[in-house]
DNA sequence: AACGACCTGACAGCAAGCTGAACGCGGCGC
DNA sequence: GCGCCGCGTTCAGCTTGCTGTCAGGTCGTT
């Protein structure tokens, strides 16, 4: 899962985003809420974890404005204690948790893990794909009934692939997914996993478009592209 | 959608952006080319709009560079009276507009919008013509339904053509789009790579104008014009 | 018919991609 | 604290198949 992190303390932001990223996730960091719009335009995130005082604004106009832009991604609120009338009017605005600061990194964790438990399971609890069933929510797949189970990176880098089925995904690509930073560095990291991966889950799970990048394999794109209508927002 | 504006005027600059954002797009706004080039580089942009005098190049350098990259974010050159000659530089670089200083901030939101259009109406840019399906995006051809594989130099030849659909593109223009430099060797590469994408999607998917060059065959040629109004300019 | 422009099958060279192995590091059990 | 283990990453060597070139053929024009 990607989470958008807007915090704008340095050391508290620090260590919920090694928290997050120790869960499992891939964290983008936003210090401002300006920033955050340029991060909510161009991705799409399972979770957003919003400050409600920021430098340039409040966090919940932010909030708002999401919402009125039938954005239904899950936002937990981090709040101080004398912001806890802004809680109320956070929840009335559409977020679906809260955390009073200074909260517990491990509570912070359950949190996340209630949301990505249900962000998988709303749009796609169980995948089928020919003898491949993948469970978004446990990070387990089972093939031909076998479990399998992927390494944390593994996992995200097979997410990447799941979230835009069909799309045509470069290596660059992929590396900013994993990392979620231009690692510019000449390495064939993203070989060993799409290697490993197939390993795992079949050598026609994804295949390589030489000089291009990679993509789903074809009975993959096929099952999850008609299943994923794009503007799934159930009331 | 999403707008770079590269300018360095403070107050042309500010009434553009404040123009944009009325509009309802979203703009960042660059005032030197090193920090535009910080921007393409990890945002995605659905326009830009291009100061050709800037302190730190010229702005031709900048589009020049982009085409090279195969970005073709539609781009429109805001240019002074007296630079106009830099006008048809600019279109000849890939330019798709141009607005002459001083211009009216309503003609400017009139050239928005028709690019707007075209932007949204093609998120998933997916041309059909005849039996051919092509997708843009993850760079999939479907022919009569089933896909066709073409390698990567294979696709960048045939995207010239795509890119200007009617154009009628010397073998010469083809190897520059496929080097970016003056590869004045004497070969029939083109002639190959023609010949390869042909028996791939069907003989008369490019014509041969003898002694000029090549360009789209008929069926996909008029496809392709029909929705691409390049100069739309309503009222 | 002669010429030039273009097409095509074949092929060597090479770069992109794959993979087994090794190393470093952090977590965990002892 | 110590060693084991698993994961992430890098590297070197191997494999694959794309790329660009050429020779010889076909087609159109003069």
Redesign the pocket.
């Known amino acids: 899962m990607r989470v958008l992190l807007i915090e704008d303390d340095p050391i508290l932001g620090a260590a919920v985003r090694d928290q997050i990223a120790a869960d499992g996730h891939t964290v983008d960091w936003a210090t401002r809420l300006d920033l955050a719009r340029d991060c909510v335009a161009t991705v799409t995130y399972g979770l957003v974890l919003l400050d409600l005082m920021l430098p340039d604004g409040r966090g919940l106009d932010f909030l708002k404005a999401r919402r009125a832009a039938r954005d239904s991604t899950p936002v937990i609120i981090l709040t101080a204690r004398d912001q806890i009338s802004d809680r109320i009017a956070g929840l009335n605005a559409g977020a679906d948790d809260y955390l009073v600061k200074p909260f517990d990194l491990a509570e912070l964790s359950a949190r996340i893990g209630a949301v990505a438990r249900r962000y998988a399971g709303s749009p796609n609890p169980l995948v089928e794909i020919g003898d491949l069933a993948i469970d978004m929510a446990t990070r387990m797949i089972h093939r031909g009934g076998v479990p399998v189970?992927l390494?944390?990176?593994?996992w995200v880098v097979f997410e990447a692939f799941l979230q835009r089925p069909g799309a045509l995904l470069s290596?660059a690509q992929i590396e900013e997914w994993l990392y979620s930073f231009d690692a510019e560095?000449e390495?064939?990291?993203i070989?060993?996993y799409?290697?490993r991966i197939?390993?795992k889950l079949g050598h026609d799970i994804i295949e390589?478009v030489?000089?291009?990048?990679y993509r789903l394999g074809r009975k993959l794109r096929e099952g999850r592209a008609a299943d994923q209508p794009r503007n799934a927002n159930p009331p």
Not at 151 to 154: D, K
């Open positions: 189970a390494t944390a990176r593994e290596k560095v390495s064939n990291t070989e060993v799409i290697g197939r390993r390589t030489r000089g291009m990048g």
